[in-house]
């Protein structure tokens, strides 16, 4: 059902998702998730970049986008970016979540460049519903 390095890691597997934050100076997002999550992301990023032809100069920087978008997403799961302790609900033991910022026009153009190439490439499920970005709290 889910690609191999998509599968949910840890015991919270319904209870965490994607999420968003403005940063503190309102110019860019904080995008948050556990290991899981951003892998996901990740694997979704390379699926939809996989079908950029790199070697056309026309389509090469949607191609490097959607590489450096990647670069910081790996960085968030591995743990080198942000990272914050939560509880969910009732639990008692906190759990860890990663990641990154990206400034609020660069994220524009990753979603839209995602998008965008999502309509030449066949996506299962789960790489649909990581094209929707988290939801943004305030």
Same mark, same amino acid.
């Given at each position: 059902?889910?690609? #191999?390095?998509?599968?949910?890691?840890?015991?919270?597997?319904?209870?965490?998702?994607? !999420?968003?934050?403005?940063?503190?100076?309102?110019?860019? *997002?904080?995008?948050?998730?556990?290991?899981?999550?951003?892998?996901?992301?990740?694997?979704? $990023?390379?699926?939809?970049?996989?079908?950029?032809?790199?070697? /056309?100069?026309?389509?090469?920087?949607?191609? !490097?986008?959607?590489? /450096?978008?990647?670069?910081?997403?790996?960085?968030?799961?591995?743990?080198?970016?942000?990272?914050?302790? *939560? /509880?969910?609900?009732?639990?008692? #033991?906190? !759990? +860890?979540?990663?990641?990154?910022?990206? $400034?609020?026009?660069?994220?524009?153009?990753? %979603? +839209? $460049?995602?998008?965008?190439?999502?309509?030449?490439?066949? +996506?299962?499920?789960?790489?649909?519903? /990581?094209?929707?970005?988290?939801? %943004?709290?305030?």
């Amino acid at each position: 059902m889910f690609p #191999e390095n998509c599968k949910f890691a840890g015991r919270h597997q319904f209870q965490s998702m994607l !999420q968003g934050y403005p940063t503190r100076s309102g110019t860019g *997002i904080a995008i948050y998730g556990d290991y899981g999550d951003l892998r996901c992301l990740y694997d979704t $990023v390379h699926h939809f970049a996989a079908a950029i032809d790199e070697g /056309n100069k026309l389509q090469k920087g949607q191609h !490097q986008l959607l590489m /450096n978008f990647a670069y910081e997403i790996r960085h968030a799961y591995m743990g080198t970016r942000l990272k914050k302790k *939560i /509880n969910f609900y009732d639990d008692i #033991e906190e !759990q +860890s979540q990663y990641g990154f910022q990206l $400034v609020w026009t660069d994220i524009l153009i990753f %979603i +839209s $460049v995602l998008q965008d190439n999502a309509g030449y490439l066949k +996506s299962d499920k789960l790489h649909q519903a /990581n094209l929707y970005m988290p939801k %943004i709290y305030y």
